[in-house]
């Protein structure tokens, strides 16, 4: 049996994941100058809500900090400080610290005794200057603007409700009725479970608990009666009024109302920690929204995820089997096997759906790290965000944030001129990074577009060579420039800092990424900034695949980097000098890659008259004509891992299950593209001389 | 025999292994194997780590692979490669037919196939009829074979398929010609 507490510990850690994207999202607003009431008062909860769980496990540094800064909010939301620019910095900083201290109370850790100390005195000295000390805040004000003005005529009532036994007869339910008396004003609940008798004895259908309410509200008692006025015959039912309220020391009591909050329908789960709570304010009850969404375990999702791969392989396997049948004779069942695939598809796409999720959760990681990076450089930068809804497969999510980290990083660190440069240049001081996510094509693109000094291509191209990258007379467009420091071990950080230039670069970048299917490229103007680009499939269970012939076997190419189909006439396929062949296709020479000779397959057809050319785009935009025997057809693939069993293949992406339950691989385009370069290398390295690589074959072949 | 008799045999060999300890050197512990053949010599691999045989059926090669991995097949959802322990012992290459079979066995987190050409009994061995193998000690490449046994007069070596298709650490079998 699990601890209840640890139970509910795991539920609060789960919300504070969730309110600290709230908070820190409703930072930003107010920092872009958004100062709407109702962002205030989220922004204000979301702490309120930390401080109140908190609270209640007793974690106290926490407690303590939160409260500072929900004192702080709470000055903001009712007006008595403005907006500023210097507070913003402050609140920002706090919200690290904050989730600094949610982390270490999750992972059980402790903390320094001085940690966030200083901007907890920032925030101190902010409230000192409003006039009233934060200690006598704490004794005065409620943290509820709402309830501040209702208190100035509210009354305190105490209500003993003790239920007959028989009260579930008569169908009431003591919960409804609280919640009833949590809207009339500020509640506190004690619950007696004295009553409760041995579980032998135990009547299920009756009720054995009484409760003690405090009840803080501008209403009289006859509201109050009111509420009870169903289940009056089946209770004792007590009001004694206690007069005109003056708020008490209101803050322990209201650290721990956060997280009862929303476990309050289980008194019975666990009596012995129950503690008087405060039920929903009616300020947040007029907000309460039924929640639309539930939390369900991944790994029921990701089994749902996998039957429907299995249910969409047999649907392929039905169809092909069903394609040999007569319509005339079997019309009903065709139209059925039609009918089945339709709906699968929409049900993969359905279950898809369920995994997706907006980008939000890995950008909203970004804004602290160009905060912590801009401090630490002592640069100034914004980092202004778009389509942070724009969802994606998990699968993909949970893989693109490394990267992006990096990216950002890179574009504080190498992008971003210091402010005196950025000045001089005619900038204005604060660099801007625009990070946006969109879908396009079935694919969702990511940019990393900043206005700094862009790439040098004088440096780089120096770097390079003096990497031994290039070859010194190498004659490099700038896109070719651009490109090369996505090579390994390439650096231009002048010196290396601590932030980035550590050796792993935009190589591994565009590992990771082309590791996810997808693809990544930059533009770049020099005094103007650079702009990355990555496009990502939506998911990496699923995608739309051409199924080839290549001699006797079928390999699938992803059908997103399909260009067209053609079978070319013999005039138009020509040679190269190093026995490669290309290709004339829109107005432009195309190499021919021959697939049969990359995977080694006997029996294909050589010549790309004879059989099919399939041009597809590559990394960087680069057109290459595949060499298949034939196509066979068009279908959705499910993605299986080759990696899970065995090892990576070079020139194989995974593999999938065709309809006739045999394996088929699928083609990595990008690797096809180094290993067709490669095949260049060998060709320069059967020269007489040696046979060992030389670094000029491997350069010419690296820059392709 | 079937898939049933194999997993039923696991279950009670389970617990058996349990009381016997895996501690090397200790004596009295009774372990099964199956055996099988390629040509005319007889391998076995420990029972517990097999969990299936399959009659072969044809794989679809993987490109730039070592001689010996023949494919990847479709296990009921899942990729599962396929090694020729004949090519893997550098004995040549099989040409499957009906009657050979893939022993599919489970390592750590991999399961893989390997491929035969017939399974020949089940063995019950006692740990101390286990013989160590000559010029284990010299040749590191014989690090695969966890013994000898002998069965009716017929020499078996017991093979640990781990260290002969760990993608991981495959060491290179002198005998090997990849």
Same mark, same amino acid.
């Given at each position: ?104 109370? %999750? ?34 004000? !409620? ?32 919960? +409804?009725?609280?919640?009833?008396? &949590? ?52 209770? $004792? ?52 929204? *039924? ?37 005339? %004779? ?95 240049? &005619? ?14 094509? &079935? ?14 291509? !004088? ?16 004659? +490099? ?134 059989? +099919? ?8 935009? *680069? ?82 | ?25 200790? !004596? ?63 004995? &040549?290459?099989?040409?499957?037919? !009906? ?72 060491? $290179? ?6």
């Amino acid at each position: 049996m699990s601890d209840p507490m640890e139970q509910f510990k795991v539920i609060f850690f789960e919300e504070c994941s969730d309110l600290l994207i709230s908070l820190e999202e409703g930072l930003m607003q107010l920092q872009a100058g958004d100062c709407d009431e109702e962002v205030v008062h989220s922004v204000f909860r979301a702490v309120h809500s930390i401080k109140g769980g908190a609270g209640a496990f007793g974690f106290d540094r926490l407690v303590s900090f939160a409260h500072i800064q929900e004192t702080l909010l709470d000055d903001i939301r009712s007006g008595a400080l403005e907006v500023e620019q210097a507070y913003m910095t402050v609140l920002l900083q706090a919200f690290d610290i904050l989730s600094e201290l949610v982390g270490a109370a %999750q992972r059980d850790e402790e903390v320094a005794d001085d940690f966030g100390g200083d901007v907890a005195k920032a925030m101190k000295a902010i409230l000192d200057q409003t006039g009233v000390p934060l200690a006598e805040k704490n004794a005065t004000k !409620k943290p509820d603007i709402e309830t501040d003005t209702a208190e100035k005529n509210a009354r305190l009532f105490r209500i003993l409700f003790k239920p007959y036994a028989e009260l579930f007869q008569r169908a009431n339910e003591p919960i +409804l009725l609280i919640r009833e008396l &949590g809207t009339l004003g500020d509640l506190t609940v004690a619950l007696d479970v004295s009553d409760v008798p041995d579980i032998e004895e135990m009547e299920a259908e009756h009720a054995y608990f009484s409760w003690d309410f405090s009840l803080i509200t501008e209403y009289d008692e006859a509201a109050i009666r009111e509420v009870f006025e169903f289940v009056e015959d089946d209770c $004792d039912l007590q009001i004694t009024d206690h007069g005109v309220y003056l708020s008490p020391e209101a803050f322990v009591e209201d650290a721990q109302a956060g997280l009862f909050e929303d476990i309050e329908d289980e008194p019975d789960a666990s009596p012995d920690v129950l503690k008087p709570r405060k039920a929903v304010k009616p300020a947040k009850s007029g907000e309460a929204v *039924v929640s639309q969404s539930i939390r369900v375990e991944l790994d029921k999702v990701d089994t749902l995820v996998n039957m429907v791969g299995e249910l969409v392989i047999t649907q392929a396997m039905l169809r092909e089997q069903g394609g040999e049948l007569l319509v005339e %004779q079997y019309p009903n069942l065709v139209q059925g096997i039609e009918d089945l695939s339709r709906h699968i598809r929409d049900l993969q796409d359905c279950v898809m759906a369920i995994r997706a999720q907006p980008v939000k959760s890995v950008f909203s990681r970004m804004p602290r790290l160009v905060r912590e990076l801009t401090a630490s450089l002592g640069k100034k930068a914004r980092l202004v965000m778009s389509g942070e809804d724009t969802e994606v497969d998990k699968t993909v999510t949970e893989r693109i944030g490394d990267p992006l980290m990096h990216m950002i990083r890179n574009s504080v660190d190498h992008g971003l001129e210091m402010p005196d440069v950025r000045a001089k240049a &005619g900038k204005s001081e604060e660099g801007v990074i625009n990070l946006s996510a969109f879908h396009r094509g &079935g694919r969702i693109f990511i940019e990393i577009a900043d206005d700094g000094a862009g790439i040098n291509k !004088k440096i780089v191209l120096e770097k390079a060579i003096a990497n031994g990258l290039v070859s010194p007379d190498a004659n +490099l467009s700038d896109e070719e420039i651009n490109n090369l420091i996505f090579m390994p071990g390439f650096s231009t950080a002048e010196s290396v800092t601590n932030v980035s230039g550590r050796g792993v670069g935009m190589d591994v970048v565009r590992k990771n990424i082309q590791s996810l299917g997808g693809r990544i490229s930059i533009r770049s103007e020099e005094g103007k900034g650079s702009k990355f680009t990555m496009s990502l499939p939506l998911t990496l269970a699923v995608m739309d695949g051409m199924v080839v012939d290549i001699g006797p076997e079928k390999y699938i190419l992803p059908l997103v980097n399909i260009i067209q189909t053609l079978r070319p006439g013999k005039e138009d396929v020509n040679s190269l000098p190093d026995g490669r062949n290309v290709m004339m296709f829109r107005g432009e020479y195309i190499l021919l890659v021959p697939l049969y000779d990359l995977y080694h397959i006997d029996n294909a057809i050589e010549n790309p008259c004879e059989g +099919l050319v399939v041009v597809v785009e590559g990394d960087g935009g *680069v057109l290459m004509g595949f060499i298949v025997d034939d196509l066979v057809n068009q279908q959705q693939v499910v993605i299986k891992s080759l990696e899970a069993n065995y090892a990576l293949v070079e020139g194989v992406s995974g593999a999938t299950i065709l309809g006739n339950g045999r394996v088929s691989l699928i083609v990595d385009i990008s690797t096809i593209q180094d290993m067709s370069a490669n095949q260049l290398r060998k060709f320069q390295s059967a020269s007489p001389e040696t046979n060992k690589i030389s670094p000029q074959a491997q350069i010419s072949s690296e820059i392709h | 025999m079937t898939t049933q008799e194999n997993d039923d045999q696991t279950l009670m060999e389970q617990t058996n292994i349990e009381q016997a300890s895996d501690i090397s050197g200790q !004596k009295g512990g009774i372990k099964q194997y199956i055996s099988f053949n390629v040509g005319k010599e007889l391998y076995a691999v420990e029972i517990t780590t097999v969990r299936e045989i399959k009659g072969w059926i044809p794989a679809t090669s993987l490109p730039n692979s070592p001689d010996y991995m023949r494919g990847v097949i479709n296990m009921r959802g899942v990729i599962v490669p396929v090694f020729d322990l004949r090519t893997r012992f550098s004995r &040549g290459h099989t040409e499957p037919g !009906k009657s050979h079979v893939v022993i599919i066995v489970k390592l750590d987190e991999r399961t893989i196939g390997i491929l035969v050409d017939a399974v020949s009994d089940i063995l019950t061995i006692p740990q101390e009829d286990i013989l160590s193998v000559p010029d284990k000690d010299v040749n590191p490449e014989y690090a695969f074979m966890e013994g000898l046994v002998s069965v009716e007069d017929k020499m078996v070596a017991i093979i640990k398929p781990r260290m002969l298709f760990d993608m991981n650490s495959i060491p $290179d079998l002198g005998v090997a010609a990849a």
